[in-house]
Every structure is written in C-alpha cells, then in structure tokens.
C-alpha cells in the first residue's frame, strides 16, 4: 500500500519540492539501470533496496556474500553498491575480481569505515565512489548513482556516435554507382538533406532502402542524433505498439519494468519504419495521430511525451496500390508519403553491378584478410547477364560466395553461382533471344511434368510436333 501510494505520488511530481534528486532522475530519459547491492546486514540492504526502487527505473537486486556477487554478474548489472566488511571476501579483493571480469562495472563502495586512506585506496582501485554508512547513506547513494548514471548516457551516446560515424555514411561510401538513374537518386536525397521532409523510399527487396535512409540521416544536421530503425514485419503484431511506444511497468503481464518506445528513442534524430506496409490497419490510426500530435503515451501511462524526429519510411509494395485495395489508411498515405525516392532494381543500372561487385570483393577480401584477388573478363561477362531477382543483396552474396570458391587470383565463371529461389530463375537471368527463352520455357515444363510431351503440350497451348522438334534438336546438338 506504501509502495503504491509513493508510486502514485512519483507519478504526479508531488516529490519535486520534497526531494529534488528523485525529479531530476526522470529527465535522464534513459532505460531501466539494474543495480546490485551486496550487503550481508539484511536490514540495511533492505533499506537501500527499498529505497532506490522507488526509481520505478532501477532494477534493484540484494545479494549477501561477495561469492553471490560473483555468480550473478552474468546479469550484466550496470552498478554495483558493494559493502567492505562481507564475510565470505574482504571488499578490497572483491572489487578486484570484479574489475578482473568486468573493469568497466561501476562499483560504489559502502563502508562502515570513515578513515581517509581506505577511501583513498579503494577510489585507486577503481571505485566511482566511497560511502560511509550513516543517517544520510540512502540520500548519498541516490545522488552517486544519479552522477553515474548520467555518465553511462552520456559514455553510451559518444560510443554509439563514434560507432556511426566511423562508417562513413558519405553518398560515395555508401550507394555505390555512376548510372543516371543513381544519380538521379542522389540528387533526391540532396533535396532531402535540406529540409525536415518526410520521406518515402520504394523499391523491389534487396535494392537498399535502408542504406538510402541513413545515406539521408547521416548527411543531415542530425546525424549527431539517434538513428532508430523498426522493420514492420519482423515485429509480432501483438508487441508493434508497445516497441513504436513504449509501456509502463505493469502495463501488461511480462512488462516488469518500464521501456522506453522507438519513437521515443528517436527524438532529436530520424526513425525508419522499413515494410510500412505490413502495419496493421488498426495500429494505422495510432500511428497517424502520433505524426500528427509529435506526441506518444506509453502503454499503461497518461502522460503525453514530445518527440521531434525525421519520419522515413521504405516499402517493397505500391502503397497507392494498397490504398485503393483497402489495406493502406489513404489520411496516413498522404502524412507518410513526403519526398518520395524510388529505388531502380539492379538489373536497370548498367555497369552499376561491376562496381558492386568489385566493391563486395574489397570488402570480403580486406574482412577475412584474404590475398587480393579480380575477377576474370569471362565472371564479369556473366555477370552483367544475370538479372540478379534479389537485387544488391544477392549480388553481395554471390560475390561473397565467389571468393571463397575462388581457387587461384581471379574469380572464374564457375565460382559465381546463382541460387534463384524462384521456379522460374531461368526467366530473364540471362540475356537470350526470344526462340532461346522459349526453348527454355518448353524444357522447364516438360521437366515438371516428367518429360511427359502431351501434357507439357496442352500446358503450353502449343503443337506436340514443336517439342519434339526441340528435343530431336538438343539430342543432334549433344551428339556432336
């Protein structure tokens, strides 16, 4: 009942003038922290316990030995409160097992001692902070992991910059290709770089819509900021709200602690909804008022959240098509859709695919530091054949394969094997003649139907004599 009337009481900032380190734990924004208190005192850890949870952020767990401790780091705790006097480890041996398996825990030493020179050794040991224990050690504890809190955020959002950053999102780096409907391409996304525009990226599987969208966050003056992406049909239909939202802690059954949603996430920077087009048309109607309003409510909460983030969404389907067949909201369309950029297949960019190609040989040999190796002129011939159905994604995989098949320097015809999952992958993989891809046409069909002439011939709607003559041909033809 206490619990509740303090939870009650947190929500509704009536602690603000009371206790202001509680206020301003809530504008970290940040994920649940899971802290670990070892104490063998039970009371007093139950206190502190008792205490740090009325962060409804904190997942707080009491352990009593220093072997306890030990065994539950596999939890990947974010701070540890550690007590000196444990009596299965002392704590100065404990802090240095722990930094042996994880140097970069945050330990906050608790102490019953107040001599100067402990402090000091343990805070050269490593220690963040040293506490002693007294009347005011919950209030002590509080700010020190506020303190280090803020620190990990801030340590993870320069980690996270620098991780984007070194990938060098640059239009040359990232979209490889000198054909003019690339370029085309590259000068849409220009026209996005210089203002906040929705934008709506089309374009067959595998061509690389999410490359394009980070193409435009990284360019653009929030490229310092998250870049938050949610594949629609990865997501089970029954979590897509609360990972768009985020929810309460006890929202629903399993929601043991409050979770921060993607839109919420993404503020300050761009969120890309790839397979918009998967959306449940319910969830539809949510996510349209959410453009609209700039705003989200978590699952189980009331309060209203802001959020300022780039829109960037990317469909394999025609989503005016899907308005007009009742599965697309037409109000959500037309909020969406912004600065349209259609992604040209493969198969219509020309020499693009050699430079892909060659560009996915660089990039495995230098990954698997591999000897340079090249293509042969008769790969590259074969290559420019093939109508590659999976776009860029299958061609970095056949080229990927290639280099391992690759017996010596070059990378022989052999070595670039298409696997098509499609029934028909002969159909316009290569370059042939019509006569060429109605022989191949004919022999498909009478394979399936086990060289059974009269049935491939009324499948076909042709003359048995036509397949006869194919066959007679082919038989001629392996003869000699």
């Known amino acids: 009942m206490v619990y509740k009337l303090i939870s009650i009481l947190w929500k509704k900032n009536i602690f603000v003038n009371y206790f202001p380190y509680i206020s301003y734990s809530k504008s970290l924004n940040m994920n649940s922290l899971k802290i670990h208190i070892v104490e063998d005192d039970s009371f007093f850890g139950e206190t502190l316990k008792y205490y740090l949870k009325l962060n409804p952020d904190y997942e707080v767990q009491l352990f009593q030995t220093g072997k306890e401790c030990i065994d539950n780091l596999y939890l990947k705790p974010d701070i540890i409160c550690l007590d000196f006097g444990l009596p299965d480890i002392p704590g100065d041996i404990l802090l240095k097992k722990i930094k042996d398996i994880n140097n970069k825990i945050p330990i906050i030493i608790i102490s019953g001692q107040e001599e100067i020179e402990v402090a000091v050794n343990f805070l050269k040991e490593g220690a963040n902070d040293y506490i002693t224990k007294n009347d005011h050690s919950k209030e002590l504890l509080w700010n020190s992991i506020l303190k280090i809190r803020e620190n990990l955020s801030l340590v993870n959002e320069v980690e996270e910059l620098k991780e984007k950053l070194e990938q060098k999102f640059t239009f040359e780096n990232s979209i490889i290709g000198k054909s003019d409907v690339i370029k085309a391409v590259f000068n849409k996304i220009n026209k996005a770089l210089t203002t906040n525009i929705n934008v709506s990226i089309t374009g067959e599987t595998g061509t690389g819509k999410e490359v394009v969208a980070k193409a435009i966050h990284y360019n653009s003056d929030k490229k310092s900021k998250p870049f938050v992406a949610i594949n629609m049909a990865a997501i089970p239909k029954e979590l897509v709200e609360s990972e768009f939202f985020g929810h309460e802690k006890g929202a629903f059954t399993g929601a043991d602690s409050r979770k921060t949603g993607k839109f919420e996430q993404a503020n300050g920077g761009t969120i890309f909804l790839d397979e918009i087009a998967e959306l449940d048309l319910n969830l539809q109607s949510k996510l349209l008022r959410v453009i609209q309003e700039r705003e989200v409510t978590r699952l189980g909460g009331n309060e209203p959240i802001k959020f300022n983030a780039r829109l960037i969404i990317a469909t394999h389907k025609d989503l005016a098509q899907e308005v007009k067949k009742g599965n697309f909201r037409e109000d959500l369309y037309y909020r969406i859709i912004g600065l349209p950029i259609e992604l040209p297949p493969l198969r219509e960019r020309g020499s693009d ?108 709607d042709i003359g048995k004599s036509t397949i006869y003559n194919l066959i007679q041909t082919l038989e001629t033809k392996n003869n000699n």
């Open 353 to 460: 695919t050699i430079l892909l190609a060659k560009h996915f040989m660089d990039l495995f040999v230098k990954e698997n530091k591999m000897k340079p190796i090249s293509f042969a002129k008769e790969s590259l011939d074969k290559l420019n054949k093939y109508a590659f159905p999976g776009n860029i994604r299958e061609l970095k995989s056949v080229v990927d394969l290639a280099c391992v098949m690759c017996d010596g320097k070059e990378v022989q015809p052999d070595d670039l094997i298409f696997s098509s999952v499609s029934d028909t992958n002969f159909f316009l993989s290569e370059e042939k003649t019509l006569k060429e891809y109605t022989n191949d046409i004919i022999l498909h069909y009478l394979k399936k139907n086990n060289n059974d002439v009269l049935k491939t011939a009324k499948k076909l």
